[in-house]
């Protein structure tokens, strides 16, 4: 089963494949996975999954384990309370198990600034809104549910 790290790079890879079978952009065969790495690296850190989230409440928790040990709070209260307040932070930006820390457009235009930029990329045959438009619906549809 792959990690929810491998997941978000897959979700990367679905961009760039969607972008590629639409003929909005055109690149060497040969830089395919150096372009999927390029985004995933790009906009991976500001994409959690609930792996990401429990490690930080894991983290929340130990940092306040010596405030709570006199309460009588029991270590999955404290957990599920740090979860609970890591995953506030995100607000509304949350979808298909992703959580993100810009806005899911932030990260479109991220990706397109990206694709407009890059050597590795020949030619880009839509506007900044449209790749941002089909980068949006190809995260909207992503299930990682469908991967396994």
Do not use: W
Not at 2 to 8: H, I, S, Y
Not at 21 to 26: G, R
Not at 59 to 77: C, H, I, M, W, Y
């Amino acid at each position: 089963m792959a990690t929810q790290r491998e997941t978000v790079r897959l979700l990367c890879k679905s961009i760039i494949t969607r972008l590629e079978n639409h003929k909005a952009i055109s690149f060497p065969p040969r830089l395919r996975q150096i372009v999927q790495d390029e985004v995933f690296g790009l906009v991976g850190p500001y994409i959690l999954t609930d792996e990401d989230l429990k490690e930080r409440a894991l983290a929340k928790v130990g940092a306040r384990a010596d405030l709570l040990q006199d309460s009588a709070f029991t270590e999955s209260d404290q957990f599920k309370t740090a979860k609970s307040m890591v995953r506030a932070t995100f607000g509304d930006d949350v979808l298909n198990g992703f959580y993100f820390q810009k806005s899911l457009k932030i990260v479109a235009h991220t990706i397109a600034e990206y694709l407009m930029r890059s050597s590795h990329i020949d030619d880009v045959y839509e506007t900044d809104d449209d790749l941002e438009k089909q980068i949006v619906e190809v995260v909207q549809k992503f299930n990682p549910a469908d991967l396994h």
